[in-house]
Every structure is written in structure tokens, then in C-alpha cells.
């Protein structure tokens, strides 16, 4: 593996709805240049002032109160579908603890969850975590209008939204033993099986990415900031047009990391569209079941490090 590096000319965009206007001139310049960005980088970064300060603040505040919990009381986030339970003490990974809030943006999930840690209630944990899952998902649902708009596929935008659920996960990364660097692996080399994976963190830096020619950075996210990353569904879905970029998290900070980290999944079959099939660009993908995917990575059919979306819905040549 590559050493890490800093990544030069990342951009970063200011996806605030104040300032975007779908009807102004420089709307499609915009969005074009934020679908290449995904092409060419996987991801970008976005500033999204419509999580204030405020609320930035409240939702890692809940976050350490959540994980400073008894480990018997943090397990009780269980699910079949390991992406939407607890998970934590694993050797591969010593300093990821993680759980799983699905259905993130409705009243009832978070509720349930928050019920589960807290069964006298916590108030504040709920409608922290609920307000930021629903402005966090009307950024999701932007991106993806950008990129529909971009391709010229925007007929197919409705049918999209109307499918896709979100999950939220929160994350700690324990600070690591800097004396031992083989024991600060946070998170494992991977592709993320969701459309798109948008990330938020406090101020603690430890992503590392890798480019399309193989090269490791460090993701210098900078303050307040997220990170919007394609998974392996959009990379489907685009017929190989985005970058469904590697990933991993090192730790090398002395203090921990706190990380919410929302995935847009979709119900049911995806086709992908035909405007993104000609004779230049061979059908490269079969429609897929996004949860269908998802679960064949889980099988541990394909290794962590490789493509799940080709193995699991490629067309063979």
C-alpha cells in the first residue's frame, strides 16, 4: 500500500440551500462539476450550513453520552443485518464501536432506539439525532438531483427518492496506542454497499481514501465540514461512470473520534438507466437489489477490499 498523502485540488462545494437556486445560471455548472468530482474522486466535500453550530455541537454532545453507556446496554442496538446493530470488539478493527439507527429520518425509529439505551427516555438524544438525520437526508436527496441533472437522467430522480430509506450509524474511534501502530486500525479497507455514504465528524481527522491510480491520502476534512462518498450501489447504478472509492480509517490522533456516518440504501430493483448505455459504453451492470448486494458482501463472498457491486451484478463478458 501506498503511503498516505495529502490530496491536492479536493472540492470542496457549498451545498447550503440558501445559496443554491436550480433556476440560476450557474446551477448546472455547479452540478456538473460535482458529478465529476464523484467521477473522478469518488467523493468531495461539502459545507451544509443548514446543520448550525448549534446543532453540531448537541449531536456529538449525545454521541459520547451514547457510547459512554455499559457495553450490556449498547448491545441491545441487534438486528440480523449487521450493517443496522452494534458492532464493536473486533480484533481486526480494536478501536471501532459502532450501532445502527435505520429508518433514521422518522420519529419512530430514533425513538425506539434512544427507548433502548435509555428506557426512562432522553430527549434531547432523540431530537438531536432525528433533526440531524432529516437535514443531513435532504442533502442526500440534493446530491443525488445534482447528479440526475447533470447525466441529463433527471425523469428517473422521482422514482429514486421515493425508494431510498436511511440508515444512520454512529461511531466512535477510541484513541489508539501510539506505540503500537498495528493496533490503530479504526475501520478496515472498504467499499461502502450504499448509493450514497455522507460522513460527519468532530474534529478529529483519520480517513484515508484512495485514489483511482491506487495512491492513499489523508482526508483532511476541514471543521464542520462533510464528507459525501460514493458506494458501490451509485457505481452500479451510473454503469461504472462514479467511483465507488476505497476506504479506511487510521488513527493517529490522542483523543477519540466521533463520527455519524449516514447511508442511503434503495428498495427494490435498480435498473440502471438506458441513457447511460451506447455503443461506447457497453452495459457494464444488470439491475440489482441494493439490500440484495449488501447482503452478498456480508456472506463474505467477495473479500472487504474488492468491488462488491461487480462481482454481485456485473455483466460478464
Given at each position: 500500500m501506498a503511503s498516505s498523502q495529502q490530496l491536492p485540488n479536493i472540492p470542496i462545494f457549498d451545498l447550503s440551500t440558501k445559496n443554491l437556486n436550480p433556476s440560476s445560471s450557474s446551477w448546472l455548472p455547479t452540478c456538473n462539476k460535482l458529478r465529476q468530482a464523484l467521477a473522478e474522486f469518488g467523493f468531495f466535500m461539502a459545507n451544509y450550513e443548514n446543520v448550525t453550530p448549534e446543532l453540531d455541537k448537541q449531536v456529538f454532545h449525545v454521541l459520547e453520552q451514547v457510547f459512554n453507556l455499559p457495553l450490556?446496554?449498547?448491545?441491545?442496538?441487534?438486528?440480523?443485518?449487521?450493517?443496522?446493530?452494534?458492532?464493536?470488539q473486533l480484533p481486526h478493527a480494536p478501536l471501532h464501536e459502532s450501532m445502527g439507527i435505520p429508518e433514521a429520518t422518522t420519529l419512530d425509529a430514533v425513538q425506539s432506539f434512544t427507548n433502548l439505551m435509555w428506557p426512562s427516555g432522553n430527549k434531547k438524544f432523540c431530537e438531536s439525532i432525528l433533526c440531524y438525520a432529516r437535514l443531513v437526508s435532504e442533502l442526500e436527496q440534493l446530491v443525488d438531483k445534482m447528479v440526475f441533472e447533470s447525466y441529463g437522467v433527471e425523469k428517473h430522480y422521482d422514482s429514486h427518492v421515493g425508494s431510498t430509506t436511511y440508515l444512520l450509524r454512529i461511531i466512535k474511534y477510541s484513541v489508539p496506542d501510539l506505540d503500537?501502530?498495528?493496533?490503530?486500525?479504526?475501520?478496515?479497507?472498504?467499499?461502502?454497499?450504499?448509493?450514497?455514504?455522507?460522513?460527519?465528524?468532530?474534529?478529529?481527522?483519520?480517513?484515508?481514501?484512495?485514489?483511482?491510480?491506487g495512491e492513499w491520502f489523508d482526508a483532511d476534512v476541514p471543521p464542520g465540514s462533510f464528507v459525501v462518498m460514493a458506494g458501490d450501489a451509485y457505481e452500479a447504478w451510473s454503469n461504472g461512470r462514479i467511483y465507488a472509492a476505497k476506504h479506511q480509517v487510521i488513527m493517529k490522533a490522542n483523543k477519540p473520534r466521533y463520527c455519524l456516518a449516514l447511508f442511503s440504501f434503495n428498495h427494490g430493483t435498480t435498473n440502471i438507466p438506458e441513457e447511460f448505455v451506447d455503443s461506447e459504453h457497453p452495459l457494464q451492470f444488470k439491475p440489482f437489489d441494493n439490500f440484495g448486494l449488501a447482503r452478498f458482501y456480508l456472506s463474505g463472498a467477495t473479500p472487504m477490499t474488492e468491488s462488491t457491486a461487480k462481482a454481485y451484478c456485473g455483466v460478464v463478458a
Open positions: 450490556e446496554t449498547k448491545t441491545r442496538n441487534t438486528s440480523d443485518f449487521v450493517f443496522y446493530g452494534y458492532v464493536g503500537a501502530e498495528s493496533n490503530n486500525v479504526g475501520t478496515n479497507v472498504h467499499t461502502d454497499k450504499s448509493f450514497l455514504s455522507i460522513l460527519h465528524q468532530n474534529q478529529v481527522n483519520g480517513l484515508q481514501i484512495q485514489l483511482r491510480n
